[in-house]
C-alpha cells in the first residue's frame, strides 16, 4: 500500500507542478496537456491497479511493466521528436529575422549616407551599438 501511496503523491505533486507551471505562464498549454494527461493516467492507474494488467494482456505484453516502460519509452520519443521539430522551426524564424533585420540596416544605413544631414556630420549612425 505504501507504493501506491508515494506513486498518488507523486503524481498529484507533478500535476500540482504542470498547474503552477500554466499558472504563472512558463510553461504553454500545448505542452502542459501531454503532462496532464500523464499525470492522470498515472492517478486512473491507481485508482484500477488490475487495469495495467488486463490492457497489457489484451495487446500481448507478458508482464505488465514491459507495457508501461513501452508506453513511457513511446511517450519520451515522441515528445524528443515534437521539441525537435519546434527548435528546427524556431531557428527557421531566427534566421529569416536575421536576415531581416541585416536587409534593414542596409537600408537605414543608404538612407543615412544619401540624407543632407548625413553631409554636414551632424547625424550619428543609428546602427552602433550602444556603449557600455
Same mark, same amino acid.
Given at each position: 500500500?505504501?507504493?501506491?501511496?508515494? #506513486? #498518488?503523491? $507523486?503524481?498529484?505533486?507533478?500535476? $500540482?507542478?504542470?498547474?503552477?507551471?500554466? *499558472?504563472?505562464?512558463?510553461?504553454?498549454?500545448?505542452?502542459? @496537456?501531454?503532462?496532464?494527461?500523464?499525470?492522470? $493516467?498515472?492517478?486512473?492507474?491507481?485508482? #484500477?491497479?488490475?487495469?495495467?494488467?488486463?490492457?497489457?494482456? &489484451?495487446?500481448?505484453?507478458?508482464?505488465?511493466?514491459?507495457?508501461?516502460?513501452?508506453?513511457?519509452?513511446?511517450?519520451?520519443?515522441?515528445?524528443?521528436?515534437?521539441?525537435?521539430?519546434?527548435?528546427?522551426?524556431?531557428?527557421?524564424?531566427?534566421?529569416?529575422?536575421?536576415?531581416?533585420? &541585416?536587409?534593414? *540596416?542596409?537600408?537605414?544605413?543608404?538612407?543615412? #549616407? @544619401?540624407?543632407?544631414? &548625413?553631409?554636414?556630420?551632424?547625424?550619428?549612425? &543609428?546602427? @552602433?551599438?550602444?556603449?557600455?
Amino acid at each position: 500500500m505504501s507504493d501506491r501511496l508515494t #506513486a #498518488a503523491v $507523486g503524481a498529484v505533486f507533478v500535476l $500540482g507542478l504542470i498547474l503552477e507551471l500554466l *499558472r504563472r505562464r512558463q510553461l504553454k498549454e500545448k505542452y502542459a @496537456a501531454l503532462w496532464l494527461l500523464v499525470g492522470l $493516467g498515472v492517478l486512473v492507474l491507481l485508482v #484500477a491497479p488490475g487495469l495495467l494488467t488486463t490492457v497489457s494482456e &489484451a495487446l500481448g505484453f507478458e508482464v505488465p511493466s514491459n507495457f508501461l516502460f513501452f508506453v513511457a519509452l513511446t511517450l519520451l520519443l515522441g515528445v524528443t521528436v515534437h521539441l525537435s521539430w519546434e527548435l528546427s522551426r524556431v531557428e527557421e524564424e531566427t534566421r529569416e529575422l536575421a536576415e531581416e533585420i &541585416a536587409i534593414l *540596416r542596409m537600408r537605414l544605413d543608404e538612407l543615412t #549616407a @544619401a540624407s543632407p544631414a &548625413a553631409s554636414d556630420g551632424s547625424a550619428t549612425s &543609428a546602427t @552602433a551599438p550602444p556603449s557600455h
